[in-house]
């Protein structure tokens, strides 16, 4: 008990009149069953949940505080997709390295093995930035292209020990979200991509992730019965559904339009167990046009506001001066003056985790994992939201996690 004691693992708790001591801890924690979660929790490794988390930095591979090792370390993601380490020159129709951000990142990706992490290249833009829809459709459309293509990948996935791809194309037939008439022919030449992709790929560094779109319409792109035998996982982009472009305000990510993309995925032959609900860790803020009408649907002053970091989202919820809603069945929203945005807290995200373990869901996906708390401003710890989902999503309980407002 001595021993107990020292470790903290000596849970304390009443009974009758008297308090009484019981050794009793979770063996995934090693802490006390009831004592708060440290900051080195031990997920469980029997867990297969996928936390895949996008780490897009800038040109020469940093981003604010963004540290790759701790985010490693934590083993709070099992999978990271990075960029931009590939660029498509449009001239010589190649995948050109982006050295900075390689110098920068490649010493910590070969510790990936040592944590189990699996890590990603990630290809594929709305703009020329990384790689175009409309560079990704005409190098589909030609078997010159897409050999080159995916040698150039292998090559580049073999020289610095990845574990495979993640392609984000925005999307196939429906180059940015433009259906009509859209680009029919990339149905099945995305096809013909992927399967050129495995094909080229090592033995064990096969693993290849195509993005979803978030809207039903865009979904014709996509010929399921012929992808699921070739894509390991199918990330959904069921996070863009409150823009500052549109005439109204709306939470980014509410739960019910998640379920019905993947509901609409689920009847076009769509797999549940090869999707993965990707939500964002940025928070995008809207201008109100009349500070008096503030609820979801209200109007908004079109491209007027922009994103901010979680830290800064998490302080202005503190500070007290926003009008917070919760609503856990969707999003929860906060509102001051013009200014609106929504965000996720521990029971909202627990509805999205709830909906991906009761479909059989492979996991979650953080897009703009930079965008976390890395420096612990805002009181919840470091890395607040993607631990919070690493959390809910791969752990048993046994232990009072920490939240933010």
């Known amino acids: 008990m001595c021993i107990a004691n020292c470790l903290e693992l000596i849970d304390v708790r009443p009974k009758g009149r008297k308090s009484h001591e019981f050794?009793?801890?979770?063996?995934l924690s090693g802490l006390a069953t009831g004592k708060e979660c440290t900051e080195k929790f031990y997920f469980d490794e029997r867990n297969n949940k996928i936390v895949l988390c996008s780490v897009i930095t800038d040109l020469s591979g940093k981003w604010n505080d963004f540290n790759l090792l701790d985010l490693?370390?934590?083993r709070e993601c099992t999978h990271i997709s990075l960029a931009p380490l590939l660029i498509f020159n449009q001239m010589t129709n190649s995948l050109v390295k982006n050295m900075p951000a390689i110098q920068e990142l490649k010493e910590t990706i070969r510790f990936a093995g040592t944590f189990k992490t699996k890590m990603l290249v990630?290809?594929?833009?709305?703009?020329?930035s990384l790689m175009s829809?409309?560079?990704?459709?005409?190098?589909?459309?030609s078997n010159e292209l897409t050999a080159k293509f995916s040698d150039e990948l292998q090559q580049f996935i073999r020289e610095y020990s990845l574990d495979g791809v993640f392609i984000t194309w925005q999307y196939p037939t429906c180059p940015k979200h433009?259906?009509?008439?859209?680009?029919p022919q990339d149905r099945a030449n995305v096809v013909t991509l992927m399967q050129s992709l495995k094909n080229a790929l090592p033995p064990s560094r096969k693993m290849i992730l195509l993005s979803l779109p978030p809207y039903p319409d865009a979904l014709k792109g996509f010929n399921f019965s012929a992808l699921e035998p070739i894509v390991d996982f199918f990330p959904v982009y069921s996070f863009n559904y409150g823009f500052h472009s549109l005439p109204v305000v709306k939470q980014i990510s509410p739960l019910p339009d998640q379920k019905h993309i993947v509901e609409s995925i689920v009847a076009k032959q769509g797999s549940y167990s090869k999707l993965i609900i990707g939500v964002p860790s940025i928070i995008e803020y809207f201008v109100l046009s009349d500070k008096k009408y503030n609820k979801v649907g209200a109007p908004q002053q079109a491209f007027k506001g922009g994103w901010i970091p979680i830290a800064e989202g998490c302080k202005r919820i503190k500070n007290g001066s926003y009008s917070i809603v919760r609503d856990p069945y969707a999003s929860n929203y906060a509102t001051l003056n013009?200014?609106?945005?929504s965000f996720e807290d521990h029971a909202s995200m627990g509805r999205k985790v709830d909906f991906v373990?009761?479909?059989n869901i492979a996991g979650i996906w953080i897009k703009h994992a930079v965008g976390d708390d890395f420096k612990g401003e805002c009181g919840c710890g470091i890395r607040p939201f993607t631990r919070m989902i690493a959390e809910l999503l791969r752990t048993e309980g046994g232990c009072t996690y920490v939240t933010c407002p």
Do not use: M, Q, Y
Request: hydrophobic letters at 30%.
């Open 133 to 141: 829809p409309e560079s990704l459709s005409k190098v589909a459309a």
């Open 357 to 359: 373990k009761l479909h």
């Open 122 to 128: 990630e290809i594929g833009s709305w703009d020329d």
């Open 23 to 27: 050794c009793e801890f979770n063996r």
């Open 338 to 341: 013009t200014e609106w945005f």
């Open 178 to 183: 433009t259906c009509n008439p859209g680009v």
């Open 72 to 74: 490693l370390k934590s």
